[in-house]
């Protein structure tokens, strides 16, 4: 049974004329992890866009946070299993993986948060992330007070919410594009 | 029966440090719109994720595409009335209002955009926008060729897809931190 | 983008033979209104079926009640919002502007009622409201007895249970014929 | 077990104060069916809405329309088995045993009334009845004219949302207020 | 209007070639019966898969359990009712009314259990057996503990998780290859 | 993060009391796969229920029928997909990988089958598989064509139905009693 062969089911620029500083991204992604994760090749259909889906993405998982970075991923996974997003689910459940050094709490996360024996904090913010994917309009101050009853602060309410949006566009574009993650992530931290 | 009296539900900065861009872009709104919108207020409790919302939003929604400004803001609409959200129905409807000249579209984008005369080619554009946003799983390639049928490039269905995925972010950030709009928008372009 | 030119897509009988008590409502309405509401126009292919509607809504909406009128109209909002109902969302959104002198509430009906700053009377008669519209078969006494513990008498929650049955009723006409309301109610009390 | 021991959850007026035409409405009842149907009972706790009830019913029920006895009696039935209503599914369920004198078809309709074997024109017709409940926001001309197809009128088209929207209603007053049928129904027609 | 002509819509063998404990099994049917279970004929389409069923019901409705046979029955009776399985509401409808001696309890569980006055134990019951049905993966730790705090032992709770999934396995092979009732359970213990 | 550390979470017997084919079967699992799958050990709280578990389950997934085990064990992934059970999706998420050499097929699989790249036939026994678990109501004759347009004989449209049955249940019962599977499947055939 052969596998996906696009980067995304739109077709992509033959030679995409990325700008020097998306280059050096490309370039630093090679180094780093050994590939450019298609979500980078798949937006260079759109190079200004490239750019700022690069800059949002590097503040919102990398920047400074009352989340932890592997908190943040356990969002990602928890939006993404709620949304059946093939391609944020193989990319951030390796993350988690990585992240937690726990193979089983990436699956868990991928299948079904709720068996996954957390801390309260932490299934506090995976709650809120859930319902907020599923139901948004019914999130409200009891589901707020929730999230400070377990000790996040103001800005990590914000943090937690832009996260919690952030999958949920990504999670749309990737399946609305069909984007197909690197085979790399998937026998990575097993 | 008073109206809430907040720019959010979390509390912000008492005097926000903005770095000169920013508060030139809040000044240059006051200019131009007579006041700040509260989004970008409620993004002064975290600076740097403001300062990339300005970025991503004035390209998603001035920057060049073949979706006319339109057509963008009746997806703003489109995507906010599935998810209920305040917020955005109330800043993106007034949109609608002004760049369509029809205050009528605007409230049918609101409550049921199945009911308003469109031509195909915004039917296809807003089923598409619909679907993504309240079953993501659900869509492929015949949701793709659907748009392609009515004329919509490979370039216009990543910025459809990118601009349902926007507004799923900041519906959901909005109503997480219960964001309510400046109440100048409700009386213009009725 | 012109705008839907029918009373509903069902074609309406050239001249309407209307019984003199009839006539003298829709005598009566332009008179106050200024126009017949088009739900009245559209109920004229059943001419039986527009008296019975017409003594029904005003026993519902008018007659003595332990609810405010402003309450009822709320609940016909919300309803309406939940079912996304055009014609009906247009007409009691105006319809509790002007009752309010809110503007702003309307709005928030519309869109979604959490985010208004309700006193808990109103509050518990809207989350029963939405309740038992999305979600009937999941309605019983804890829900009863969160609207006795506001306050509502028997007969006032019998008259909620009216209510928001009546407008699942004329939501689910005014749908499916595809009821136009009239133009006269956008600018109204904005 | 007991069975339930009320007419509704909500109190009834000890002696109610029918009006003349009531109390021979109630009369007849007893004539004719050999009890006072327990909805009419519910609604004598306010004696104005009875009335109101009592007329809607015999016009939408028995009046003149292009849709037999039956077709309405089955209507009833289908939505109420969507919305899981106790009261209509008893009362109409046994309407439609006995005017088709066809009980496995009553308890078809009560179950899934996709397993009935029905001519066109009565599939249709469930079809759209079905989808009027469960998703009234997504009706629209394509469902218009699959009734048109199998030979609905604008008149029948009218009468069917008609009926479908009463029972809406009704299903939802029932629940909440928890009107349990009378006890005659069970037996009949089996 | 015809009843459905088949025991289920696909093929049956003209002479099923049944193992002799298989014969023995329907002769028992008839004579206690007075009719073979059309799920048994529908089975006998894959003769070693009816061994299984057979084996396993027997002991799943009938093996010792701290449920009662009745209460196994109700739950076949509520998980039946929201997937709405037109065989399986028909036959264990009927169980439940002979078991219980109460017609009505079955009539109440087919279209909503929730009407019917139950001890809280059989309510706790059937709230974890609708939850279970409807949303499976939002079921942890606080449903069980409201299975033990009625009294449910742990043996009590895997039985009743066991007899919720054996319906809903049961519920989709019926729909899905459309098996009919037998007549005879209509019109018996009404 | 400690991992789960149950079987699951009712109390196991602490000696359980198998009989003697159950206990040969235990020893061949350990000799076969290195362990017992919890599934198995669950069971032996209720030891009549774990050799009726013991032999549908060969039937249905190692007898004799038109659908290929692959096959067999991809329908088991959607449908646990769709009911998000983490047990089921890990032990046949690594059934898949094995039986295809695929790993990333049952990363799809579990995700969201609509992104592999499957033949017609394996396209259509899936959409069945997922339909009839999220909407078994909806399920009906058009379906069924589906199946036969791709080749499939009814014995194979009763054995997909069983199969999606069948996992119905056991998602369920893993679930609701909180089944953790063995950690040997996690690294398996990566």
């Not at 370039?27 to 750019?51: H, I, M, T, W």
């Not at 709720?114 to 589901?143: C, H, I, Q, Y």
Request: proline letters at 7%.
């Amino acid at each position: 049974m052969p596998q996906p062969d696009h980067v995304m089911a739109l077709p992509l620029p033959e030679k995409p004329e990325l700008d020097p500083d998306m280059q050096a991204l490309f370039d630093k992604c090679v180094e780093k992890l050994g590939f450019v994760p298609n979500v980078l090749q798949a937006y260079s259909l759109r190079p200004k866009k490239l750019r700022n889906f690069a800059v949002v993405y590097n503040e919102l998982m990398l920047g400074e946070s009352g989340l932890s970075k592997l908190e943040r991923e356990m969002i990602a996974v928890v939006v993404s299993s709620a949304n059946h997003c093939y391609y944020c689910l193989v990319a951030h459940g390796q993350a988690v993986r990585k992240l937690s050094g726990d193979p089983e709490l990436g699956e868990m996360l991928v299948a079904n948060y709720r068996v996954a024996p957390l801390e309260p904090r932490r299934r506090a913010m995976l709650d809120f992330a859930w319902k907020l994917t599923k139901e948004p309009m019914s999130v409200g101050e009891p589901d707020r007070e929730a999230l400070r009853a377990v000790g996040f602060s103001a800005e990590d309410i914000f943090d937690i919410a832009d996260t919690v949006g952030f999958y949920n566009m990504s999670n749309r574009l990737a399946t609305a594009v069909d984007m197909i993650p690197n085979r790399e992530y998937h026998s990575q931290d097993r």
